[in-house]
């Protein structure tokens, strides 16, 4: 089973940048489509943005232009880059599949947007 280690989250101010990564253990990392979700407390869990195995991204509405989903494939590593962040983006960020699957998710990494 593909494990998913989810590291660099951190407080940051309001319109500060962060950046997450989420490594994966196995040997297919290179054809797994890849996605970051978010839980922020009394929410769901929702998508943020997703990379496909060729590369083409998708972005959820509320951080187009901010975030930015890439990838290496020779590191198993997946990374979200957060510019401009907001106090409404604090959540904890999760990597799974894209679409997830439901044993697949790691402990995350806390983000926290706050003065």
């Known amino acids: 089973q593909v494990q998913f280690v989810e590291s660099g989250g951190g407080l940051v101010q309001p319109g500060g940048s962060l950046r997450v990564s989420c490594t994966a253990s196995?040997?297919?990392?290179?054809?797994?489509?890849m996605a970051w979700y978010r839980q922020a407390p009394g929410k769901e869990r929702e998508p943020v943005a997703g990379?496909?195995?060729?590369?083409?991204?998708q972005y959820i509405d509320s951080v187009k232009g901010r975030f930015t989903i890439s990838r290496d494939n020779a590191k198993n590593t997946v990374y979200l880059q957060m510019n401009s962040l907001k106090p409404e983006d604090t959540a904890v960020y999760y990597c799974?599949?894209?679409?997830?699957?439901?044993?697949?998710w790691g402990q995350g990494t806390q983000v926290t947007v706050s003065s």
């Open positions: 799974n599949f894209w679409p997830a699957v439901k044993d697949n």
């Open positions: 990379i496909r195995s060729g590369g083409s991204t």
């Open positions: 196995g040997d297919y990392f290179s054809e797994y489509e």
